[in-house]
């Protein structure tokens, strides 16, 4: 399976910015979408930003004007820059990515998450 790993959370106060990164395995043939949830104590999971293969974004309508999805096809890498954040955007946070890869045999589609990075914003 294709295996995700996240950085770039911690504690900002409101207004702050953070950097979310999120690095893919190089097992990846193909990356269909990539994006990023983010789950606050006693809610769902949610989307908050994807990104498609043909560079399209979409956002959740509380983080439209002040969050920004990126990918770098090359590096398998999707990012998350967080601007004006504000308290109710305390959440953990994971990546996504949809797409196929090689497994040393034949090409399987995979979902795979991150493990999750918690951001604070509080003053």
């Known amino acids: 399976q294709v295996q995700l790993v996240e950085s770039g959370g911690g504690l900002v106060q409101p207004g702050g910015s953070l950097r979310l990164s999120c690095a893919a395995s190089e097992s990846i043939f193909d990356i269909h979408a990539m994006g990023w949830y983010r789950q606050a104590p006693g809610n769902q999971r949610a989307l908050v930003a994807s990104?498609?293969?043909?560079?399209?974004?979409n956002y959740a309508d509380s983080v439209k004007g002040r969050f920004t999805i990126s990918r770098d096809n090359a590096k398998n890498m999707v990012y998350l820059q967080m601007d004006t954040l504000k308290p109710e955007d305390t959440a953990v946070y994971y990546c996504n990515v949809k797409g196929v890869y090689y497994s040393g045999s034949r090409y399987e589609g995979f979902n795979s998450w991150g493990q999750g990075t918690q951001v604070t914003v509080s003053s």
């Open positions: 990104i498609a293969s043909g560079g399209r974004t």
